[in-house]
T-cell receptor, first 119, second 108 residues
Framework: DAGVTQSPTHLIKTRGQHVTLRCSPISGHKSVSWYQQVLGQGPQFIFQYYEKEERGRGNFPDRFSARQFPNYSSELNVNALLLGDSALYLC??????????????????FGSGTRLTVV | GQSLEQPSEVTAVEGAIVQINCTYQTSGFYGLSWYQQHDGGAPTFLSYNALDGLEETGRFSSFLSRSDSYGYLLLQELQMKDSASYFCAVERDDKIIFGKGTRLHILP
């Protein structure tokens, strides 16, 4: 079975530009979440989606947005890029989310991430 | 606020046992999870404690005490491949909060 796939793997953008990152969850996983990770830190929660609806949002500015499609894949969009947005962006998928909103009990499967560099 | 505190680094010897602690200042969370991340890799799920007590999965065990706001990950029979960063995490209000991670160094 394919794991969580993310594209692109690496990306270089200029300040002020826009970026779209993509994620395909494990088959059967309906919950997708996005994280930002800078070197030496833990993943910072950005969004969680379930059945195309936003379930949770972290402390990120409105420049960050996301959506989930009917096939459960997801996109993370970042507008007006800043140098500080340079990081590894991780997507994770999980079981659960229907009657039980507690997806963490099933564990999150992470993709390999997209390394975004803003110059 | 909501925060998870972990030691930044821990060093142990191959074959030994090591404990990585996680203390938290948040309440009302669903459970405590642990993840392993090798350099350049993605985090991988290790364990989840929904209730107080010890959960064992092979060489790894995880413990939670809600009354003490404390949990730990116990790694036994350490192998060089266990050299990695370890993160505790909780889920609360549809948000997932990770600690800053503990870098585990293993000496031969």
């Amino acid at each position: 079975d394919a794991g969580v796939t993310q594209s692109p793997t690496h990306l270089i953008k200029t300040r002020g530009q826009h970026v779209t990152l993509r994620c395909s969850p494990i088959s059967g996983h309906k919950s997708v979440s996005w994280y930002q990770q800078v070197l030496g830190q833990g993943p910072q929660f950005i969004f969680q989606y379930y059945e195309k609806e936003e379930r949770g949002r972290g402390n990120f500015p409105d420049r960050f947005s996301a959506r989930q499609f009917p096939n459960y894949s997801s996109e993370l969009n970042v507008n007006a890029l800043l140098l500080g947005d340079s990081a590894l962006y991780l997507c994770a998928s999980s079981l659960g989310g229907e009657s039980d909103r507690r997806t963490s009990r099933y564990g999150y499967t992470f993709g390999s991430g997209t390394r975004l560099t803003v110059v | 606020g909501q925060s998870l505190e972990q030691p930044s680094e821990v060093t142990a010897v191959e074959g030994a046992i090591v404990q990585i602690n996680c203390t938290y200042q948040t309440s009302g969370f669903y459970g405590l999870s642990w993840y392993q991340q090798h350099d350049g890799g993605a985090p991988t799920f290790l364990s989840y404690n929904a209730l107080d007590g010890l959960e064992e999965t092979g060489r790894f065990s995880s413990f939670l005490s809600r009354s003490d706001s404390y949990g730990y990950l116990l790694l036994q029979e350490l192998q060089m491949k266990d050299s990695a960063s370890y993160f505790c995490a909780v889920e609360r209000d549809d948000k997932i909060i990770f600690g800053k991670g503990t870098r585990l160094h293993i000496l031969p």
